[in-house]
């Protein structure tokens, strides 16, 4: 999914507990993931090219920001520090990544996405419990913006950008 859906989706996913913590950070962990590996891996694609990138370390656009090690080092930081910005933060990374393997499993029973390469998003949660190697991915980034017109990536968009529009409204209207 994109970024309005990893926004509006996963907002509403802490929707029970949205006044106890910072908004902003919960919205930046929804969309930190594509933050730190798309730069990572679209940047060593520019440098090296899509078939070297596809074999080195970082092989694909879900690596390090996807893996349940980022999100368990980021709640255990908000709790010795007793933080309820990094609580919001590791909140949202937790939306993105439950949206991101739910959405895989749901594209592969389907049939919209093959097993192989592709995102793996349960691989890169994972890892390095399943390997050391990340899943490969779509070897460039035009490839990975054509998703869009994928039906669970497209409604996954508009579902998010009208929750935003939604939530935007509503607390235009409370001032």
């Known amino acids: 999914m ?9 907002s509403k996913m802490v929707y029970p ?4 913590i910072p908004r902003a950070a919960l919205l930046l962990g929804a969309v930190l993931p594509d933050l730190i590996d798309k730069p990572l ?16 370390f970082i092989s694909g ?26 609580a919001a933060l590791a909140l949202g990374i937790a939306t993105h990544d439950l ?14 996405m093959q097993l192989g390469p592709g995102p793996g998003g349960l691989q890169s949660f994972l890892w390095p419990l399943l390997g050391w190697r990340f899943p490969v991915s779509i070897s460039s980034l035009t490839g990975h913006l054509s998703q869009i017109l ?3 990536i497209l409604f ?10 939604w ?3 509503r607390r235009w209207l409370q001032r």
């Open 2 to 10: 994109f970024i309005f859906g990893h926004l509006g989706i996963g």
């Open 17 to 20: 507990w949205r006044k106890q």
């Open 41 to 56: 891996y679209y940047g060593e694609v520019a440098l090296i090219g899509s078939a070297a990138a596809q074999q080195s």
């Open 61 to 86: 656009s879900r690596t390090f920001g996807h893996t349940l090690l980022l999100l368990i080092v980021v709640a255990l930081i908000a709790a010795l520090r007793r933080s309820r910005t990094l």
């Open 99 to 112: 949206i991101d393997v739910i959405g895989d499993q749901i594209q592969l029973s389907l049939g919209w």
């Open 150 to 152: 994928n039906p669970w």
């Open 156 to 165: 996954g968009e508009v579902a998010g950008l009208c929750i935003l529009m």
């Open 167 to 169: 939530d935007y409204r």
